[in-house]
């Protein structure tokens, strides 16, 4: 079964705070851009998101902020 997470669920999570950021990420980190489940709704698949956390590309460019973060299946962002 394929889970979707929408923009809330990233804040939610920690994984991004916001739009401003994602839209950047999406631009120059690698982030995934998701599919449009509407005129407004974005949505990533958890797969997608796991895979870009584990990325080189997303350390190279965020850097700190995100080192040390453990990301597991139920979308729980814990230190390592």
Known sequence: KIRY???KDLQTTGIVNNRVTLS???KQAGFPRGVLL???????TEDE???WLKSDRRT???GERMN???FWPEFVVTMC
Do not use: H, M, S, V
């Open 5 to 7: 997470l929408r923009f």
């Open 24 to 26: 950047r990420w999406i």
């Open 38 to 44: 509407g005129p407004n709704t974005r949505a990533w």
């Open 49 to 51: 998101i796991e895979q």
């Open 60 to 62: 190279d460019i965020i």
């Open 68 to 70: 040390g973060l453990c």
